[in-house]
């Protein structure tokens, strides 16, 4: 009990000290009042007072003020709901995210590992690290297909590894002397923008075109861009457009990206819109950032599609998501790895309250275990569920399962069984076999639903249909059914 009020007496003492701050016009304590307000660390939740400091941190360009209040008013929490004012606050951080991706090199990985009881199967870095260093050893001995996967994460800085273009370009060459084409294309890249190596525009054209000799998508992408920009040719955009149209059809979506500016801008004759659409969508659907960000413009401008704030909004937030504050997913991932429930805790809810989906999710499994913050269970328990309405909310499955659970047994909320059939066959609507079975075992029993084997059989059945994974569960319930029905 002492070690809880201590904890609880430093978050007041830390909040005091951002107050002091923010009062005299500090923009990054007004961040952090403003978000300490909105989760409740170390003072009473008070959305309005939490929206009023976000509002001074927004102005002065702090982002995760910026991400708080898009996200709040995306969703009508505190302030008018208003998809104008979620677009302006959203737009400042896609487009630093756009900067970002529009230099050299792929842009950078952040990991966002989900708790869960299955965390550990799902994703263990441990394990995964052991990969790795399986996959380096390997490259090291000479297996061409090890150096290009371990050249492929050093040029991305994933999987663990830090982004080291050097470290890149040393197993590329190594996998290319062996004639792997996917290595000699990335070698193209990596002499055509200097990465890892001084810039030579002849030794990458000489690298695409080994690749493009075999149809490589990336090689080709790197001919075209290279004939577009007249970088060791001659410019010709008619050539650029074609190279560009193979290594599409092949699956590139940078490929996609530059045919839809070339459409906007109509550099082969009257501007096409339409065709310009097609090719930001598909290179969206790759998660290409850039593209998306354009997608989001077409929708809120009424480019050659009708106008759409909600998709325009959607596909904001997405790229807004993607910059270097979504770290704060990995250092409470860190945190949760060390056993430090506390700073896991934490750096969670900051995700949480800037509209990250995971950190939501994340946040509501450490405080239904009551994990990291002391707490009684009950408020621990209407936190995680708090959360979890957040996380359904952006489309997570399982949260929308939790909440269920907690209306069936009176856990965090009043009991109330109604509202769990409804959420379940919400659920069920969503593909989700654990809601199906649920709904299956309450018709058997006759808990909230009325009692019919028939229809119990028929979720059961579909439980199995939908995930066949649930053939053990579903087999053992529908032996139990035999014997009701007898």
Same mark, same amino acid.
């Given at each position: 009990?002492?070690?809880?009020?201590g904890n609880n007496q430093e978050l007041q003492a830390a909040f005091s000290l951002f107050m002091?701050?923010?009062?005299?016009?500090?923009?990054?304590?007004?961040?952090?009042?403003?978000?300490?307000?909105?989760?409740?660390?170390?003072?009473?939740?008070?959305?309005?007072?939490?929206?009023?400091?976000?509002?001074?941190?927004?102005?002065?360009?702090?982002?995760?003020?910026?991400?708080?209040?898009?996200?709040?008013?995306?969703?009508?929490?505190?302030?008018?709901?208003?998809?104008?004012?979620?677009?302006?606050?959203?737009?400042?951080?896609?487009?630093?995210?756009?900067?970002?991706?529009?230099?050299?090199?792929?842009?950078?990985?952040?990991?966002?590992?989900?708790?869960?009881?299955?965390?550990?199967?799902?994703?263990?870095?441990?394990?995964?690290?052991?990969?790795?260093?399986?996959?380096?050893?390997?490259?090291?001995?000479?297996?061409?297909?090890?150096?290009?996967?371990?050249?492929?994460?050093?040029?991305?800085?994933?999987?663990?590894?830090?982004?080291?273009?050097?470290?890149?370009?040393?197993?590329?060459?190594?996998?290319?002397?062996?004639?792997?084409?996917? %290595?000699?294309?990335? =070698? #193209?890249?990596? /002499?055509?923008? $200097?990465? @890892? *190596? +001084?810039? !030579?525009?002849?030794? &990458?054209?000489?690298?695409?075109?080994?690749?493009?000799?075999?149809?490589?998508?990336? %090689?080709?992408?790197? =001919? #075209?861009?290279? /004939?577009?920009? $007249?970088? @060791? *040719? +001659?410019? !010709?955009?008619?050539? &650029?457009?074609?190279?560009f149209a193979q290594a599409a059809d092949r699956g590139s979506s940078d490929s996609h990206f530059? =045919?839809?500016?070339? /459409?906007?801008? $109509?550099?082969?004759?009257?501007?096409?819109?339409?065709? &310009?659409?097609?090719?930001?969508?598909?290179?969206?659907?790759?998660?290409?950032?850039?593209?998306?960000?354009? =997608?989001?413009?077409?929708?809120?401008? $009424?480019?050659?599609?009708?106008?759409?704030?909600?998709? &325009?909004?959607?596909?904001?937030?997405?790229?807004?998501?993607?910059?270097?504050?979504?770290?704060?997913?990995?250092?409470?991932?860190?945190?949760?790895?060390?056993?430090?429930?506390?700073?896991?805790?934490?750096?969670?809810?900051?995700?949480?309250?800037?509209?990250?989906?995971?950190?939501?999710?994340?946040?509501?499994?450490?405080?239904?275990?009551?994990?990291?913050?002391?707490?009684?269970?009950?408020?621990?328990?209407?936190?995680?569920?708090?959360?979890?309405?957040?996380?359904?909310?952006?489309?997570?499955?399982?949260?929308?399962?939790?909440?269920?659970?907690?209306?069936?047994?009176?856990?965090?909320?009043?009991?109330?069984?109604?509202?769990?059939?409804?959420?379940?066959?919400?659920?069920?609507?969503?593909?989700?076999?654990?809601?199906?079975?649920?709904?299956?075992?309450?018709h058997e029993h006759g808990w909230g639903l009325a009692k019919d084997l028939h229809l119990a059989?028929?979720?059961?059945?579909?439980?199995?249909?939908?995930?066949?994974?649930?053939?053990?569960?579903?087999?053992?319930?529908?032996?139990?059914?035999?014997?009701?029905?007898?």
């Open positions: 009990m002492a070690n809880k009020a002091k701050a923010a009062e005299v016009g500090h923009s990054q304590a007004q961040e952090e009042v403003g978000l300490r307000l909105l989760s409740g660390l170390g003072v009473k939740v008070d959305v309005a007072r939490a929206v009023l400091y976000l509002y001074f941190a927004a102005n002065a360009n702090q982002t995760l003020a910026q991400l708080a209040l898009g996200y709040l008013h995306m969703n009508g929490i505190g302030v008018p709901k208003s998809c104008q004012a979620a677009v302006l606050y959203y737009s400042a951080p896609a487009e630093q995210v756009v900067q970002r991706a529009r230099q050299p090199g792929p842009f950078p990985v952040i990991e966002r590992a989900r708790l869960g009881a299955d965390h550990d199967a799902r994703y263990n870095p441990g394990k995964e690290q052991e990969m790795v260093q399986y996959f380096q050893y390997s490259a090291d001995m000479g297996n061409a297909d090890a150096q290009t996967a371990i050249g492929q994460l050093f040029n991305a800085g994933s999987r663990g590894m830090d982004q080291d273009f050097k470290q890149a370009l040393h197993y590329f060459t190594q996998a290319a002397a062996s004639g792997d084409v996917d %290595a000699t294309a990335h =070698l #193209g890249h990596l /002499y055509a923008n $200097g990465l @890892g *190596v +001084e810039p !030579n525009n002849e030794t &990458a054209l000489e690298f695409f075109r080994k690749g493009a000799e075999k149809s490589h998508a990336h %090689a080709l992408y790197g =001919l #075209g861009y290279m /004939y577009l920009a $007249g970088a @060791g *040719v +001659e410019k !010709n955009v008619k050539k &650029a457009m074609q190279y530059h =045919l839809a500016v070339m /459409y906007v801008s $109509g550099v082969m004759g009257k501007p096409d819109y339409a065709r &310009a659409f097609q090719h930001f969508s598909s290179a969206s659907h790759a998660g290409h950032l850039v593209a998306i960000y354009n =997608l989001a413009l077409m929708h809120l401008t $009424g480019l050659g599609i009708p106008v759409s704030c909600s998709n &325009a909004l959607s596909l904001l937030k997405s790229v807004a998501e993607r910059g270097r504050w979504a770290r704060v997913l990995h250092t409470a991932h860190d945190a949760y790895l060390q056993s430090d429930m506390e700073s896991a805790l934490k750096n969670y809810l900051r995700a949480a309250e800037i509209g990250l989906e995971v950190g939501q999710s994340n946040a509501a499994y450490l405080l239904e275990r009551r994990e990291g913050l002391p707490d009684t269970v009950q408020r621990s328990l209407a936190s995680a569920m708090h959360y979890h309405r957040r996380a359904a909310d952006q489309g997570n499955v399982n949260s929308l399962l939790r909440i269920g659970d907690a209306h069936y047994y009176g856990r965090g909320t009043m009991q109330d069984l109604n509202k769990s059939v409804a959420i379940y066959r919400q659920a069920t609507q969503l593909r989700s076999a654990q809601a199906m079975f649920n709904l299956g075992l309450m059989k028929r979720f059961y059945d579909m439980a199995h249909t939908t995930h066949p994974d649930a053939l053990v569960p579903v087999t053992l319930a529908k032996w139990k059914l035999q014997v009701h029905m007898w």
